[in-house]
């Protein structure tokens, strides 16, 4: 599926399967923030986006997802290089999954994410 957002980002895909991906961005000065370090939503999407391509093999037809809710912590400041994103599905319910992302500049772990999912069909049970 086409993801414009992702596509502006830089994010590229190294692994997409049922319950894991793993995502990778090779940073430029347009991911800084004024303080000339990565921006933390650059951060934040890529954990949001990492946890929606582990959870949407797990869909049955029909089905699609959407974030709920996500936490974040940060831990290092990234200025430059390639950060990678591995996501792992923690639990998936039929109506709610939770996800865990872990953002890593080389060895280095910059920031964790944990996020809750809604499973539902279009039309059913939307606002």
Do not use: W
């Amino acid at each position: 599926m086409r993801h414009p957002f992702v596509e502006q980002l830089g994010l590229q895909f190294e692994e997409r399967r049922s319950g894991y991906s793993r995502c990778t961005l090779a940073l430029n000065a347009g991911h800084h923030n004024p303080h000339g370090v990565v921006h933390g939503a650059v951060i934040f999407a890529m954990a949001d986006t990492g946890m929606g391509a582990a959870l949407y093999p797990t869909l049955e037809p029909g089905e699609i997802c959407a974030t709920i809710e996500v936490k974040i912590n940060y831990f290092k400041p990234a200025v430059s290089g390639v950060l990678s994103c591995v996501t792992e599905l923690v639990n998936r319910g039929k109506a709610v999954a939770n996800l865990e992302s872990s953002v890593y500049l080389g060895e280095t772990l910059v920031a964790r994410a944990n996020g809750n999912y809604a499973i539902f069909r279009p039309g059913k049970g939307a606002a």
